[in-house]
């Protein structure tokens, strides 16, 4: 078996004895999180999405595409903050301008 050092070092297999094992352990974490399943934001099924281009991300099932992180289609803040709460956090800031402006 030519390759069967990938199983203990995963993606990260293919640099063989190259780069450092800290560089290759990073690399590994990226990937999995990166190449992993994620939820669709519009569809919600758990899938792996396709990232067409940096930050660009699209669902194969429906066919979704939408922006998220650069390694993840989620990130952290994007958790925190959905489309709908930014809309009206938006929304309440466009009446408070209104308002002040009298």
Known sequence: MPFSHTKDVGPAGRFRARYGVGIRRRVVQVEVKQKGRHRCPRCKSITKMKRI??????????????????????????????????????????????????
């Open 53 to 102: 281009a940096l930050g660009i991300w699209q669902c194969p099932k429906c066919g979704f595409t939408f922006a998220g992180g650069a390694w993840v289609p989620q990130t952290i803040m994007g958790k925190t903050i959905t489309p709908e709460e930014l809309k009206s956090v938006e929304n309440l800031k466009a009446q408070w301008k209104v308002k002040n402006k009298k």
